[in-house]
Structures are given as structure tokens and as C-alpha cells.
């Protein structure tokens, strides 16, 4: 990944889990918790592609397992949040931006649904049965359903600021311009010649040749009478 997409990334994502430790997790909601931290890996990842979703997904996964009060197996949070990074980043379209908001509010549920499921998948392979417990349907609804309410006031933010902090191609395209024209300076500097007018300079050049051998031509053709 970029140096620019590093740092906006890790910095989104430790704001995003403190305000969800320190804020979200002490609303005492029913059910699940909204997962700031998952919109967060969304919105990323949609602009990323599935590759920087992947890495983004992880590395805020690991951090939300060393970050108290965690209370489960560290990289169980990596894992879950590493394979959702990936398939959110499958549906990145090639210009970065989304035509409509169906798509990524789908995106949205799928996800809530699917890390509720993967934890709580994972968990039960490490013999954690919290789940069972609380209710899995119930965590299933209620995670979907607050996902859904603060995805439009989290995910388009954070796309934005992505597309915003990466390099734009308008930039890399002037940019390349400008070092073109510094190259055909030097080049004009070095053989009195523009590069843009190159045909017109060849063509002199014939002419002066013709004009050359026809002068010689004449002058012979005096020697010899």
C-alpha cells in the first residue's frame, strides 16, 4: 500500500475504535454493538479494492483484539475483519466512486451478517459459546440493523476522505506533462530543433539538402563547359 493510504487508514482506524470503545460500547443498546470499526474497514476497502481491504481489515482487526477490554483470543477479530476487508474490496468499481447507494448499504447488511456469523463460527472452533447465550438471531438483527443507520453517516465520509488523500490522476497527468515539456526543452536546447515540429524540421533540412546538390550539380555542369 501508499504511504498516504498507511497513515489515513491507521488513522482512521484507531479514531474509529475509540470512539467505539469509549462512546458506542457504553450505550448499552440490545443486542450487538454498532461496529464503527467494520463501517470504517467498508468504506476503505470500496475505494481500495479487495487487496488494501484485506490488509486494512486485518490490521484493524488486531488492533481491536490487543485493545482493551478485549476479552477473546487475539487475531479472532483479524481474521473476521481481514476476510470481509476482501470481499467488500471485490465490488470497488475501477474509477473508485459508486453510482448509487444500494450497493453499498447491501454491502453494509452482508457484512454485519457476516462477521456476526464468522465470529461467532470462530469462536465455537476455539470453544468460546457466548453466542449461544446472548442469541445468535438476536445479535444477527440488531447488528444489521444498526450497521445500516450509521453507514450513510460513516461510510461516504470515509470514501471520500480515501479518494480525497490518494493520488490524483489529474495531478500524475500534469505532472507528466510539465516533465515532457522540460525534455523537449532540452532537446531543443541541444539541436535547434522542436520536438512537437519535428516533420517540419526534417523537411527543411530536405530542402536544404536538394538545393545542396543542385548548386553542386550546377557548378559542375560549368566546370566541365
Not at 444489521?144 to 453507514?151: E, G, K, P, T
Request: aromatic residues 4%; contains cysteine.
Amino acid at each position: 500500500m501508499r504511504v498516504n493510504r498507511i497513515l489515513l487508514s491507521s488513522a482512521l482506524v484507531v479514531v474509529a475504535l475509540v470512539v467505539q470503545v469509549s462512546v458506542l460500547a457504553r450505550l448499552h443498546l440490545p443486542g450487538a454493538v454498532p461496529d464503527l470499526l467494520l463501517l470504517t474497514v467498508l468504506g476503505l476497502a470500496m475505494v481500495y479494492g479487495h487487496v488494501g481491504g484485506a490488509l486494512v481489515g486485518f490490521g484493524a482487526g488486531l488492533l481491536a483484539d490487543l485493545a482493551p477490554p478485549a476479552d477473546h483470543a487475539a487475531g479472532r477479530y483479524a481474521l473476521v475483519l481481514c476476510v470481509i476487508g476482501y470481499f467488500a474490496g471485490l465490488i470497488r468499481p475501477e474509477n473508485g466512486r459508486l453510482k448509487s447507494a444500494t450497493g453499498p448499504m447491501a454491502v453494509v447488511v452482508a457484512a454485519a451478517v457476516g462477521s456476526t456469523l464468522l465470529y461467532a463460527g470462530v469462536g465455537a472452533l476455539v470453544g468460546d459459546t457466548a453466542a449461544r447465550h446472548v442469541g445468535l438471531t438476536g445479535l444477527l438483527v440488531s447488528a444489521a440493523l444498526y450497521d445500516l443507520l450509521l453507514a450513510p453517516f460513516v461510510v461516504p465520509g470515509i470514501m471520500w476522505l480515501a479518494r480525497r488523500c490518494d493520488n490524483d490522476p489529474l495531478a500524475e497527468t500534469g505532472t507528466a506533462a510539465k516533465s515532457g515539456d522540460i525534455s523537449s526543452g532540452w532537446l531543443s536546447s541541444g539541436t535547434g530543433l522542436r520536438v512537437g515540429d519535428q516533420r517540419g524540421g526534417l523537411g527543411a533540412l530536405k530542402a536544404r539538402a536538394r538545393t545542396r546538390s543542385a548548386r553542386v550539380g550546377r557548378i559542375k555542369g560549368v566546370k566541365r563547359l
